[in-house]
């Protein structure tokens, strides 16, 4: 649970993978996470505005004051994507369900990073409805962080 509260205390973040498409769970979820006061820029070199947020093509032009990735990345490209977030001195990496393999985590593991993966970070910043009830069954099974 450390590795979560240190990457929930970060100030800016970005999501890597956000969605064009309103409907996609990637764009719902950045939308949401801004809504809830969490300040996030997106990411995804098909667009250059989601949202009404400047989007970034990719994590090698972020601020420096940016120092969170959440990844909603194709599985495909997730390791490429964290690759280059670490080496631009990005060190808290949060990997969204579906956007991992085994060996994804095996590699970034290997990492000096914060690696955060199989758990959804809208159960963990100021969850509410759904997200909360499934925070509900992972604490009572065993399945949040120690």
């Not at 990735?69 to 990005?90: C, N, Q, W, Y």
Request: overall charge positive; charged content about 30%; aromatic content about 8%.
């Amino acid at each position: 649970m450390k590795d979560v509260t240190r990457f929930l205390s970060l100030e800016k973040y970005a999501v890597a993978g956000v969605s064009r498409d309103p409907k996609k769970f990637g764009h719902q979820m950045f939308k949401d996470l801004r809504k809830k006061g969490m300040e996030v820029v997106p990411v995804n070199p098909r667009t250059d505005i989601i949202d009404g947020v400047k989007c970034y093509s990719s994590v090698k032009e972020l601020q420096s004051d940016i120092r969170g990735v959440i990844f909603m990345t194709p599985k495909e490209e997730t390791l490429s994507v964290a690759r280059d977030a670490i080496a631009h001195g990005i060190k808290d990496l949060w990997i969204q369900q579906g956007a991992e393999t085994k060996s994804v985590i095996a590699e970034l593991e290997k990492e000096d990073v914060n690696l955060i993966h199989s758990q959804c970070i809208m159960m963990f910043w100021k969850p509410n409805g759904i997200h909360s009830f499934h925070r509900f069954l992972k604490k009572i099974f065993g399945g949040l962080p120690a």
